[in-house]
């Protein structure tokens, strides 16, 4: 799951010392499986443990890892190294932005997946993107369209051509896709 190096736990446990009423540490993943996805670690104190939480007994001190964040902490890297200025606290977790799927993975997963890394390159050349708000009770993907496709003249054609195709096409579940962008803006539209 997540490894903590040596170094690194010294230096939590050390910053631990310091804390009046800190449980330990909490790790959880901000916005996960999102571009803007943010690896964090947190001091865990008396009500911020969640039921559903994973917890680490390490020598020094205890973690937390947040159940939703399972996923896309999986290979994540806490380690610390010291340096002229003090010392570096890092933390890499390469399936933060798209965790690893197959078909067990929840169907949002799978759906952002196919928008992150198929879908969204495309995109990238008109300066667009697109991403999924919600999947309805019907299985209908709710996408936001950004950048150079909102208010796009060619947003329609995109939809039903292009992400809707692919996404049904890899996704069966799916019944459909569907836009909730206001496209009245058009001051970024690639057309």
């Known amino acids: 799951m997540v490894t903590i190096t040596e170094s690194a736990q010294e230096y939590l446990a050390e910053l631990l010392s310091k804390q009046e009423g800190a449980l330990g540490v909490r ?13 964090c670690i947190a001091y865990c104190r008396e009500g911020d443990v969640q039921e559903a939480d994973q917890q680490e007994e390490l020598p020094r001190f205890k973690v937390w890892y947040e159940a939703k964040s399972l996923p896309f902490l999986e290979d ?3 380690d610390y190294a010291k340096d002229r200025m003090g010392g570096q606290l890092t933390i890499k977790a390469p399936n933060a932005k798209l965790p690893r799927v197959d078909d067990n993975s929840s169907l949002e997963d799978r759906v952002n997946y196919v928008l992150y890394n198929e879908v969204n390159p ?12 919600e999947i309805t009770e019907k299985f209908v993907a709710i996408l936001q369209f950004g950048g150079g496709c909102q208010g796009c003249s060619a947003v329609d054609q995109t939809l039903k051509g292009g992400v809707e ?9 799916l019944t459909g896709v569907s836009d909730t962008t206001d496209h009245s803006d058009t001051s970024q539209a690639y057309y």
Request: hydrophobic letters at 45%; a negative charge.
């Open 76 to 78: 994540a890297l806490v």
């Open 27 to 39: 790790v959880f993943i901000n916005q996960p499986g999102t571009p803007r996805a943010e690896t």
């Open 122 to 133: 495309a995109l990238a050349a008109h300066g667009g993107e697109v991403s999924l708000v």
């Open 165 to 173: 195709k692919t996404l049904l096409e890899q996704i069966p579940q």
